[in-house]
């Protein structure tokens, strides 16, 4: 579409510069299909094409592609801002945020998959919650005060700004399960516990409130499901999404746990 132009020599002060607008491109996307609940689904790839809009993001074209031609289409969302974690995906086989990702940043075909990893739901819609809730019981990801009992009418210990903002920066995690899906190791092992897992322990081992110690924590990460089992291809700090030093915290845990005698 072309609009019209006012001429050069137009110097009116209620002139407006109107400059051509470009057509837009016809975006192609392939996407993974199967409905698991279905014994008569069978696992394809179906195209769709739209025309891309100013400041399109992933999210906005799956939710026109859901709108206007295939209700059936399964993918989650929650907060369309990069918190929730709910609509990571492959993105052209990267795992990434649906509602952080532009599409002009993006090739005109886009191929889009569930993460691999965890089970599927139907599409692009995985059960990232299953995971990360075994993960966390098995890691006991919360703090384990000394004291049995807890007098809630005492102030809480202070805490230094600069540690709290440390412990701040790995809390950041929003368990999307993108550092999973980049992992060969994950990919290989279903019980390794990957970028995420290590990065939770890494935030207790900071917290003076959390009584264990390196050996507690040898015992819940000191195998090759745990930091040992690291191959440290860093596919997790290339795609987290929040840009969390998940490198150096694998570091400095196996560094630690090296440390821990029998």
């Keep these: 579409m072309t609009a019209n132009k006012l001429p050069a020599n137009n110097k009116g002060s209620d002139s407006i510069a ?32 739209i025309e891309e809009a100013p400041s399109m993001t992933l999210f906005i074209a799956l939710n026109e ?18 918190i929730c974690g709910s609509c ?24 889009l998959a569930p993460l691999p990893g965890f089970n599927l739901i139907g599409d692009l819609s995985v059960n990232t919650g299953e995971w990360m809730r075994g993960m966390s019981e098995r890691l006991e990801t919360w703090i384990h005060l000394q004291e049995e009992l807890v007098d809630l009418s005492k102030i809480e210990e202070k805490m ?29 092992r279903e019980s390794f516990i990957a970028g995420v897992g290590i ?13 264990r110690t390196d050996a507690d924590y040898y015992q819940v990460i000191g195998t090759e499901n745990g930091v040992f089992g690291c191959m440290t291809l860093l596919g997790c ?18 560094r630690k746990m090296a440390l821990v005698k029998d």
């Design 160 to 188: 230094a700004p600069k540690l709290a903002t440390d412990i701040y920066e790995l809390e950041r995690c929003i368990e999307c399960g993108c550092c999973i899906a980049a992992c060969g190791t994950a990919q290989m």
């Design 88 to 111: 990571a995906m492959l993105i052209n086989a990267k795992p990434g945020l649906a509602c952080r990702t532009l599409t002009k940043d993006l090739p005109d075909i886009i191929n």
């Design 65 to 82: 592609i859901r709108a206007t031609q295939d209700p059936s289409l399964q993918f989650d969302f929650v907060c369309r801002a990069g």
């Design 18 to 49: 109107i400059t051509e607008l470009e057509t837009p491109r016809l975006l192609t996307f392939n996407i993974f299909r199967h409905n698991p609940a279905d014994e008569n689904s069978q696992v394809h790839r179906q195209k769709y094409l």
């Design 199 to 211: 990065n939770q322990i890494a935030r207790y081992k900071l917290d003076p409130r959390d009584k």
């Design 237 to 254: 700090e290339d795609t987290c999404p929040k840009n969390l030093p998940l490198a150096q915290q694998i570091a400095y845990m196996r």
